[in-house]
């Protein structure tokens, strides 16, 4: 896998970061939807609002906002470790945000 500088993750990121909004915005449906992609997209922000009375608030707008860019700085530069890493902390985390615990969403 070929290694690339954290500046071009960091770009890669900020390109995928609108398109990843706004599946997780069309799912969430004006509040009214499934939250299914929020929850696979982002589940770590998901995940913060168990600490934020059930409510998304700035923080996990601002978790969502950096989450691709610093996913890009991170892995690009260090090859096959760094995504697994990745994949792994990703998958765990989405398998949180499936668990039942945001029943809410």
């Known amino acids: 896998m070929p290694k690339f500088s954290w500046r071009a ?5 900020l390109c995928a970061t609108p398109v990843a909004l706004l599946l ?11 939250w299914v992609l929020a929850r696979a997209l982002y589940p770590i922000p998901m995940l913060v609002t168990l600490l934020t009375d059930k409510t998304v608030t ?14 890009g700085a991170f892995v690009a530069p260090g ?4 995504w697994l890493a990745l994949v792994l902390v ?9 668990s039942g615990a945001l029943d809410y969403f």
């Open 9 to 13: 993750g960091l770009i890669f990121g």
């Open 90 to 98: 990703h998958v765990v985390a989405v398998a949180a945000a499936f």
């Open 24 to 34: 997780a915005l069309f799912s969430a449906g004006s509040g009214h939807g499934d």
């Open 79 to 82: 090859g096959s470790i760094r």
């Open 58 to 71: 700035g923080l996990s707008v601002g978790l969502a906002l950096v989450q691709f860019p610093a996913y």
